[in-house]
């Protein structure tokens, strides 16, 4: 006791100088206890210049105070409060002194500054633990920083990070895009004890850039981005099998395929190593056709009085598709008077009546299915002629006396251009009747309805090739009959009217898909209500074998089954490149069963089959006598041979945001597949940005790459982390993938940047490339995406009563040359000569070329100086009278 209060007495003489301080006093009962601490100072940290303050609370206690770095704190710098426990009655008291950033600097720099609590008791002294003030800070610099790295699919990756000095210590995460990373959440991610990365298995999703950012009570840190590309090496798809032998008969090739796509290389991946193409020779077993062998000795007279002999095709038998022999086999003839056998005249009597008897059963049994055949017409009419008696609408107006212009009188009769359309031309007639008539026997063409009014008062009448009342209706009825079973029921892409002998024509705008139905195809007496519609490729999945390629649009007309005298012509666009030597071009049919069958091989058309094709540069015109579902299919036979693609830059018409898309679609340039595409975007809310542009892409089996350039730095910079993008060739040279396209996603660095200039570039990997330079406004519209249809002068066809006369004055052969052949040569079209010949009218034929080539542009003045320079207006009357119509 008299050492502490010594030691009292020397704290005193620090904390108060010389003065003399009361102390507390503790009552007699708790004089025995030493203080104990209910709150001890803990270690603090000092951010920036902001001061610090330590606490301690203890009990029973007649004085508190701070010794710092081992010296008293003086009392003026204690904050003292006392209170009285209210359980126990025992005194408490608490002090609390704040530490500055000086005082800590000024004694011992940058090392620890402690500070210690002692209490007192008449018992005895307690101190407390040492807390411990330092300055926080962290350095800006990392001690090691990620790297960047190019890992292969699947491999581990490790990112190190080792963070700046710091106090306390700084915290450690990973971001990614920005993004923070929760491994706990990522399996695939593993954050280590010394504070790096560990991605388990690199996925193409990880291809990202990764920052380690370094955190504590003062800062925040980041690293310089580590970008982490996953690459993917190319892999061999199988074999494909191997194609038909390329010869038919005798040594050919034949050829089987693999592409790069299991996988497709992806980020700079290395392309697969070999052939992927192989060619082996074959031999074709030659188609050996038919030949009779010698006839056999005739027979002996019989008793009919007759003697045969016959034949067999055995001199060779037909084998690997050859012909069988053509003829009979069987020969009967007469025998002479001497050389009968006699027989009894009841004999001969009874085979009589016979033969009598058994005739007219047969005739019995025919009338009667003519009966029943001819019953089942009048109660259904023909199963290819739908409903179409409501409809009433003309054609173009005969009755007009021409002049006679020097030059063009002879097509005077101009049709009137305004009464038609460019989806349907054609006169109606009733059903009930297949002549043409008024109230007189004229043969009457003008405007007027040609049908009488239904009972209830009610019209329909086609505009632009479909019926103004419910197109939906029209489509479910078809589909109800048997051969509309596959008729999908896209009203948008579907054009239909109904026609007579006098023909007409079927378009789908937008599209350059036309069925033109000559006069006289269809018989006389018959209606057909005919459809034309454009498949989409999805829906019928043509199959494709080795190097073949869909090169037009799938297209339907029908019904299939009805009975045509003439063919019929089918236009639609192809996007071949039109070198003949490099493809094998086929004209395929979908039959009965649904099986698509080859029914024309080009080049290589027979006048006796019932179809011919003509291909132009850009459009193919099929020439059929039956309609149904077709489609042209190329076979490269060189890696030459190119299909043609359409480029199309789209972007979205309103930018808000710091991000912008360009989309990139590469499509076959055929019109249907720009129609949809443009159909798309509209409901996308899409804009077209350029003008569309044409690549040739070759068959070379590589893919093709695009790639955007020469942006401004200072405005924009483009979120792609690889330097281009691919589209796997197979994709694109199959033809039947939809809406094939890249998206290149850019950032403006200012909203306020509206102005985008860059290079966009497209090559085939290993081929020739173009690059188009595009300068436009993000905040204007460039281009519209409205399509115009076609209307006016375009939608014109030749009188019936003109194209008679035609036909009828060059038919014949003259002496001269001056008939059809000079009519197809003026035209030219004389490389189709043989066609037109095997024709019974192959002035109509060409008639019908003429008017499916030039339907866009064409017009009979055209023709009518053609006509003058054949020297035929002698023997021709154009003009057409009241009485003559």
């Known amino acids: 006791e008299a050492t502490e209060g010594v030691l009292w007495k020397v704290v005193e003489g620090v904390l108060f100088g010389t003065e003399h301080v009361a102390t507390a006093t503790l009552p007699a009962s708790f004089n025995d206890l030493l203080p104990h601490f209910l709150v001890e100072p803990d270690d603090e940290y000092i951010v920036k210049n902001k001061p610090v303050t330590l606490t301690c609370r203890s009990t029973p206690a007649t004085q508190i105070y701070f010794k710092c770095n081992g010296e008293w704190v003086h009392q003026d710098d204690h904050l003292i409060d006392r209170t009285v426990d209210p359980a126990t009655g025992l005194p408490i008291m608490q002090v609390k002194i704040d530490i500055s950033r000086q005082q800590v600097e000024k004694i011992f720099g940058l090392d620890d500054y402690w500070c210690q609590c002692v209490a007192w008791s008449t018992t005895g002294t307690q101190k407390s633990q040492k807390a411990y003030v330092r300055i926080a800070y962290l350095r800006k610099n990392f001690e090691e920083e990620p790297m960047a790295k ?56 990880d291809t990202a850039n990764y920052t380690c950012v370094a955190k504590n009570i003062v800062a925040r840190r980041k690293s310089s981005p580590a970008t982490v590309l996953v690459y993917v090496n190319g892999g061999w798809s199988t074999w494909t099998t191997w194609s038909a032998c390329s010869s038919v008969c005798g040594r050919g090739w034949q050829r089987r395929s693999r592409s790069c796509t299991n996988p497709t290389p992806l980020n700079g991946g290395m392309a697969c190593d070999g052939q992927n193409v192989q060619k082996s020779a074959c031999t074709a077993t030659c188609p050996v056709d038919g030949g009779w062998s010698d006839w056999s000795n005739w027979s002996e007279c019989g008793v009919d009085c007759s003697m045969w002999r016959s034949r067999e095709c055995t001199q060779p038998s037909p084998g690997t598709g050859g012909k069988d022999c053509q003829g009979i086999d069987l020969q009967s003839l007469n025998c002479t008077s001497q050389q009968c056998l006699q027989t009894a005249n009841g004999v001969e009597d009874v085979a009589l009546y016979v033969g009598i008897v058994a005739v007219a059963l047969c005739l019995t049994l025919i009338l009667i299915v003519v009966v029943l055949v001819y019953r089942r017409k009048k109660e259904g009419l023909d199963a290819d002629v739908a409903d179409s008696s409501i409809l009433t609408t003309g054609f173009q107006p005969m009755g007009i006396k021409p002049s006679k212009p020097e030059n063009s009188h002879l097509l005077t009769i101009q049709p009137d251009l305004t009464t038609t359309t460019t989806s349907y031309q054609g006169t109606l007639h ?189 459009t193919c015109r099929v020439f059929s006598e039956q309609l149904g579902r077709f489609s042209l299919v190329g076979e490269s036979l060189n890696m030459s041979a190119a299909k043609r693609l359409r480029l199309v830059l789209f972007s979205d018409a309103y930018c808000s945001t710091l991000e912008y898309n360009i989309r990139v679609y590469c499509m076959d340039d055929t019109q249907d597949v720009f129609k949809e595409v443009m159909q798309m975007e509209r409901q996308l809310g899409g804009r077209l940005i350029d003008e569309p542009h044409v ?14 350039h020469d942006m401004p730095q200072a405005h924009w910079r483009s ?56 300068d436009f406004n993000i905040a204007k519209v460039t281009l519209s995406l409205i399509s115009k249809a076609l209307a006016g002068p375009s939608a014109f066809q030749i009188p019936y009563l003109i194209r008679q006369k035609i036909c009828s004055s060059l038919d014949t052969p003259c002496p001269n040359g001056a008939d059809w052949r000079l009519l197809a040569q003026r035209l030219k079209l004389d490389r189709h000569m043989s066609f037109f010949a095997s024709k019974a009218s192959p002035t109509s034929v060409i008639l019908d070329l003429w008017e499916a080539q030039h339907f866009h542009s064409g017009n009979l003045n055209q023709l009518a100086t053609v006509m003058a320079d054949i020297g035929k207006q002698e023997a021709m009357i154009f003009l057409v009278s009241d009485g003559e119509c």
Not at 726 to 741: C, D, K, M, T, V
């Open 150 to 205: 190019e890992v292969a699919l699947n491999q581990e990756v490790l990112l190190r990070c080792h963070p700046p000095e710091g106090v306390p210590a700084a915290e450690v995460e990973w971001q990614r895009n920005e993004h923070v990373i929760d491994p706990v959440n990522e399996p695939n991610f593993l954050v280590t004890a010394d504070r790096n990365l560990i991605i388990k298995q690199a996925r193409l999703a």
């Open 430 to 618: 009733s059903r009930h009747d297949g002549t043409t008539h008024t109230g007189t026997s004229k043969f009457s063409m003008t405007n007027g309805p040609l049908l009488d009014p239904l009972p209830n008062g009610s019209h329909h009448t086609l505009h632009n090739g479909k019926m103004t009342s419910d197109p939906a209706e029209f489509m479910t009825r078809l589909s109800n009959q048997t051969y509309f079973k596959t008729l999908p029921r896209d009203v948008a892409n579907t054009s239909y009217g109904t026609f007579n002998f006098l023909g007409g024509r079927l378009t789908i705008p937008n599209t350059g898909i036309s069925l033109l139905i000559p006069p006289e195809a269809i018989p006389r007496g018959k209606i057909y209500e005919i459809y034309l519609t454009a498949q989409r490729k999805e829906d019928l999945r043509l199959p494709l074998a080795g190097c073949q390629t869909l090169l037009s649009p799938i297209v339907s007309c029908g019904p299939p089954g009805v009975v045509l005298t003439r063919p019929t012509i089918l236009s639609m666009d192809h996007c071949s490149d039109a070198c003949p030597e490099n493809w094998a071009i086929r004209l395929k049919k979908q039959n009965y069963e649904g099986v698509w069958e080859d029914v024309l091989m080009m080049g290589e058309e027979l006048i006796s089959e019932p179809y011919y094709c003509q291909l132009e540069a850009e």
């Open 695 to 708: 690549l040739l892409f070759k068959d070379s089996y590589h893919n093709l790459r695009l790639s955007i």
């Open 719 to 774: 979120k792609l982390l690889a330097g281009y993008q691919e589209i796997p060739f197979y994709h694109i040279w199959n033809g039947s993938q939809r809406f094939l396209h890249c998206t290149f996603t850019l950032e403006r660095l200012n909203l306020s940047t509206c102005e985008l200039t860059c290079q966009l570039c497209v090559w085939q990997v290993e081929g020739e490339g173009q690059s188009f330079s595009l």
